[in-house]
């Protein structure tokens, strides 16, 4: 199975900041990578596929980059509706695996 | 409108059996994939099944945790995505997602919680 690392798992970031999530791959998986936004008591939202296609509706400030084994997920100007727990998912094997997830608070 | 609404969650003794269904609308059912996921309570998420379209043989793939317990089947005539759990155990207490799709999915149910517990 291939083992997704996501770090950090949490996150304090003021209104404005620029932060930044990263996930490393245990093996080559082809930018076969999505990011997913969690907010509470909901189901997950796809954000970015491919490693870096924005999904449709999905604001700007949201950009995906990587190849390989290592990706990151940045929001470069942080809102408050982006509180939320934050995963990324393989789709280039079976099983799909996620990392552990990032969850991201507002200082 | 894409929609999915799951349903059939509950209250389960280990051991003993639940059907979840996954009633879809808004877009022609057999031209796509469907998935389950399921999150654990305050956990992350996690992938139980697969199975894709009639037109690339139906094919099934499933978790480790839920081989041979777990069945995933479609009605493409009723536009509708089950899951057959059996032998269910404190472990598989989650909520349960369907989406539409096995590589990108971008179309969500609203959840079915499922309780495992005496």
């Known amino acids: 199975d291939i083992q997704m690392t996501q770090s950090p798992s949490s996150l304090s970031a003021s209104v404005g900041d620029r932060v930044t999530i990263t996930c490393q791959a245990s093996?080559?998986?082809?930018?076969?990578l999505n990011w997913y936004q969690q907010k509470t008591g909901k189901a997950p939202k796809l954000l970015i596929y491919?490693?870096?296609i924005l999904e449709t509706g999905v604001p700007s400030r949201f950009s995906g980059s990587g190849s390989g084994t290592d990706f990151t997920l940045t929001i470069s100007s942080l809102q408050p509706e982006d509180i939320a727990t934050y995963y990324c998912?393989?789709?280039?094997?079976?099983?799909?695996?996620f990392g552990q997830g990032t969850k991201l608070e507002i200082k | 409108e894409v929609q999915l609404v799951e349903s059939g969650g509950g209250l389960v003794q280990p051991g003993r059996s639940l059907r979840l269904s996954c009633t879809t609308s808004?877009?022609?059912?057999?031209?796509?994939?469907m998935s389950w996921f399921r999150q654990a309570p305050g956990k992350g998420l996690e992938w139980v099944t697969f199975?894709?379209?009639?037109?690339?043989?139906?094919?099934?793939e499933y978790a480790a945790s839920v081989k041979g317990r777990f069945t995933i089947s479609r009605d493409d005539s009723k536009s509708i995505a089950s899951l057959q759990m059996n032998g269910l155990k404190t472990e598989d207490t989650a909520m349960y997602y369907c989406?539409?799709?096995?590589?990108?999915?971008?179309?969500w149910g609203q959840g079915t919680l499922v309780t495992v517990s005496s």
């Open positions: 989406t539409r799709g096995f590589e990108t999915p971008r179309h």
């Open positions: 808004g877009f022609t059912f057999g031209d796509f994939a």
């Open positions: 199975i894709r379209r009639k037109a690339h043989g139906g094919a099934t």
């Open positions: 093996q080559d998986i082809n930018n076969y």
């Open positions: 491919h490693a870096s």
């Open positions: 998912q393989q789709y280039d094997n079976v099983p799909r695996t």
